[in-house]
């Protein structure tokens, strides 16, 4: 069974910078692209970041664009989310999720797998 477990979130100053984990149990790690998704507090889930299963390539939010990098060590079966500049907006609940599609998505409805989430809060 497949599962994915975030972490690295935390309270952090406007400004500042946290990196997020996602461990992905399982012998296939390199075969699914890997995404990262956010919601806050009466929102809906929004794409924040994806990566190939190659690692190759990969698609950020508007709103994270030079900001937030995201990466993977298919050694590790771990994915990553760099996140610099940190924002007040970008206080939200962070979920790694996985797809079967090589290239990765923004369309939450084409990923597979869920991680429980991981907190970030950015103070003013």
């Known amino acids: 069974q497949v599962q994915l477990v975030e972490s690295g979130g935390g309270l952090e100053q406007a400004g500042g910078s946290l990196r997020l984990s996602c461990v992905r149990s399982?012998?296939?790690?390199?075969?699914?692209?890997m995404g990262w998704f956010r919601q806050a507090p009466g929102k809906e889930r929004d794409f924040v970041a994806s990566?190939?299963?190659?690692?190759?390539?990969?698609l950020y939010a508007d709103s994270v664009k030079g900001r937030f990098t995201i990466s993977r060590d298919n050694a590790k079966n771990t994915v990553y989310l760099q996140m610099n500049s940190l924002k007040p907006e970008d206080t939200a609940v962070y979920y790694c999720?996985?797809?079967?599609?090589?290239?990765?998505?923004?369309?939450?409805?084409?990923?597979?797998?869920w991680g429980q989430g991981t907190q970030v809060t950015v103070s003013s």
């Open positions: 399982g012998r296939t790690f390199r075969s699914y692209a």
């Open positions: 990566i190939s299963s190659s690692g190759g390539s990969t």
């Open positions: 999720a996985a797809t079967s599609r090589p290239g990765g998505s923004y369309r939450k409805g084409e990923y597979e797998y």
